[in-house]
């Protein structure tokens, strides 16, 4: 597991994109965003769906995060604590910025799929999950409003946007 975060961070501490989303369970965070509605989607548009939201995440966060992995020391993880095909592996990540030393308490919710460990979702101390708040202010949301159709076409536009 901690071999899986190692390639995560530093994929995109050096914008390897590509290769940091190939660590990410894509399909059970689709499954996660879009709740009772990933059931009703056609596997077409859950394909779809998981593409669209890796490439806004990669256009979107990736940037945010590499800013401060310019300036990372180390990351120091815990012992997984794993229950069956899940995890959690909780991590203190270490940047020193130039006037100050900044510790980030996260923790990874990881799944085995195929025999390797893939990332789920990451959680920042003292905030709700990245899956959560994306799942809450914005995909369960337009599900609501317009189904899978109106989630997909406001994800071209945003992904085209990016590039």
Not at 83 to 112: C, N, R, Y
Request: charged content about 20%; glycine content about 6%; hydrophobic content about 45%.
């Amino acid at each position: 597991m901690h071999k899986t975060l190692k390639r995560t961070i530093g994929a995109i501490r050096y914008k390897r994109s590509a290769k940091a989303l190939a660590q990410f369970d894509g399909p059970v965070q689709g499954a996660y965003l879009a709740g009772s509605y990933w059931a009703k989607a056609t596997l077409a548009e859950q394909t779809e769906f998981v593409t669209l939201f890796h490439k806004m995440f990669a256009g979107v966060a990736f940037p945010n995060i590499q800013k401060n992995f310019t300036n990372l020391e180390t990351v120091l993880y815990s012992k997984p604590k794993v229950s069956g095909s899940t995890a959690t592996v909780d991590a203190v990540i270490v940047i020193l910025h130039p006037l100050k030393k900044q510790e980030i308490q996260t923790t990874f919710a990881m799944t085995k799929s195929a025999g390797a460990w893939k990332v789920v979702d990451v959680t920042v101390k003292g905030n709700p999950s990245m899956l959560q708040r994306i799942r809450d202010e914005q995909v369960q949301k337009i599900l609501a409003k317009g189904g899978f159709p109106k989630l997909l076409s406001l994800l071209r536009a945003r992904v085209a946007k990016i590039k």
